[in-house]
């Protein structure tokens, strides 16, 4: 396309390497760009700088860092040597390392553009990092001196294609000269989260691309940064519909009972909610649906909070489920996680991964409670991270289970989810109630949005044998029991209580 009898040309991509980074700038910064990148002291730019220079070499381009400090490169190299990306051998080789610190101190920012522009060209440097930024800026005689050399350094680098990464401690909501002169601002922090710090990454600015907007986690470990996308930003946009065949598919729980309860099972690709106060067997009957699958030969997946893979495997085998023999032949995926300092954005892709590596069926999420308890940046989030996470199995095919606490005993039916109609097609509700003392756990089906329920509260007994479900428990008793019991979709056989008279 052409402009004034100019031709108009669009600008290839450099990709930085760094996972998740490259989603977050919408595939990476243009060609012959001045990007800024901010943060404090200790937030991580120098990492981001170097892990992007060793990953360009290592692809075939040629890497230039200027340091505009006066600590020495023997120094940075030495915090650098523990980090896997560090390739020692590119040194002075394809990645050279060059300080401008006297330089600038005696001949100002016209003999630092004069260097920059010779050491470019010196070593064919087609990406740039200038360390210290605000060093410059500091030696600089006014605001628009300092300008002027952001203009002139753009164009010393547009003329050989070279793209440039300006790394500066400045921090702040007020304006620096160099913010309206750059192409893309990335700021880097470091925020409390209740006794521990977690590092966020943003970018509030970014010429020609369509980057991902807000605030997304990221960690520094001896793999260098990783990036988390914040799900809601760049999944879950798609909703793909439901073939015919999917509508009557009709998947099996394992359980004959609980599958007459649903009418002959669950629609394949659908979403059940499990809920019920701890004990009341929400986790056997998530894995024999598991082992159902299994044994069907589809590939079944579990993911829970609170309970290992040993120890879920021996309690599945007191109740006759072999998840054992199953997860040696790979049909049933077993992964736990402690639930502490999750970032949910690393969960959900995670899971993703294992999803689509090993073509899921079935997945079972043991524990939303431990989910949300376990949250970086607090449990607010957790009905929007479910909602993309469950919308993106949806779209794979793969029909999904996962379990809510609810307190033992409570006439309250408070869940870690607050807006199930947005998440689930099915609600299961499990329960106790004490009778002649003695407990029993009762199941009903409180929602679905296919299919023909049965309704009525059932006795659920799990015993050596398995899980069995029992006919129609006796509802007047249970209900005098708990006053406050939620029988809103369950058949009772009685007649409505009386409203009671005013006193006088």
């Known amino acids: ?57 290592e692809g075939g381009g ?27 051998e590119r040194i002075s080789q394809s990645f050279n390392f060059v300080s401008a610190y006297h330089v600038l101190e005696k001949e100002g920012l016209d003999g630092l553009l004069k260097t920059l ?31 002027k050399f952001v203009h002139d350094l753009n164009t010393v680098l547009s003329t050989s294609g070279c793209t440039a990464m300006l790394l500066s401690s400045l921090q702040g909501t007020l304006t620096h000269p160099e913010h309206t002169m750059v192409d893309g601002i990335i700021s880097l922090t470091i925020k409390p989260d209740g006794l521990n710090n977690q590092r966020e990454i943003s970018v509030t600015k970014l010429r020609g691309s369509n980057h991902l907007q807000g ?7 001896n793999d260098g940064v990783s990036v988390f996308p914040r799900v809601e930003a760049f999944l ?24 007459q309860l649903f009418g002959g099972g669950l629609v394949k690709g659908s979403i059940t909610s499990l809920i019920g106060a701890a004990g009341t067997g929400k986790t056997l009957l998530g894995t024999s649906f598991l082992a159902a699958g299994a044994e069907a ?35 049933v995926l077993l992964d ?59 779209n794979r095919g793969v029909t999904v289970i996962f379990t809510e606490e609810t307190e033992l005993f409570s006439s309250s039916e408070r869940t870690p989810v607050s807006d199930h109609s947005a998440i689930t097609d099915n609600i299961v509700h499990l329960r106790y109630v ?42 007047t008793a249970a209900k005098r029991i708990t006053p406050k019991l939620n029988l809103s979709r369950e058949k009772v056989s009685k007649k409505p209580a009386k409203k009671p008279g005013r006193r006088r």
Do not use: C
């Open 1 to 57: 396309m052409t402009v004034g009898g100019q031709l108009i040309k669009s600008f290839p991509r450099v990709t930085t390497g760094i996972p998740g980074l490259d989603t977050v700038l919408g595939g990476g910064l243009l060609k012959g760009g001045i990007y800024l990148i901010m943060g404090t002291p200790g937030s991580g730019k120098t990492i981001i700088a170097n892990q992007f220079g060793f990953n360009h070499v």
């Open 62 to 88: 040629r890497a230039l860092y200027v340091s505009l400090l006066s600590e020495s490169h023997s120094r940075l190299f030495g915090h650098l040597k523990s980090m896997r990306f560090f390739n020692e």
């Open 117 to 147: 522009a010779q050491t470019v060209r010196q070593y064919k440097a087609d990406l740039l990092f200038i360390d210290g930024v605000a060093s410059a800026e500091d030696l600089s005689r006014s605001q628009v001196s300092f300008k």
């Open 215 to 221: 605030r997304h986690h990221f960690r520094i470990s």
């Open 236 to 259: 879950g946009r798609e909703f793909i519909e439901e073939r015919p065949e999917d509508l009557v598919s009709i998947l099996g729980w394992g359980v004959k009972g609980i599958d």
């Open 297 to 331: 030969g589809e590939t079944a997946y579990y993911y829970g909070f609170y309970e290992s893979p040993p120890k879920l495997v021996h309690r599945a085998a007191q109740v006759s489920a072999d998840l054992s023999g199953h997860r040696k032949t790979g049909r």
């Open 336 to 394: 736990w996680q402690p639930p502490f300092e999750i970032i949910a954005d690393e969960l959900v892709q995670k899971i993703l991964a294992r999803v689509d590596a090993h073509k899921v069926k079935r997945f079972f999420l043991d524990g939303a409670a431990g989910l949300r308890d376990a949250m970086v940046g607090g449990p607010d989030r957790l009905p929007r991270v479910l909602t993309v996470l469950t919308n993106e199995l949806r």
């Open 434 to 475: 004490a009778l002649n003392g003695e407990l029993h756990r009762l199941i009903s089906v409180q929602k679905t949005r296919e299919g023909r329920p049965h309704d009525g509260i059932h006795e659920f007994i799990i015993s050596e044998s398995g899980i069995e479900v029992a006919g129609l428990f006796p509802v």
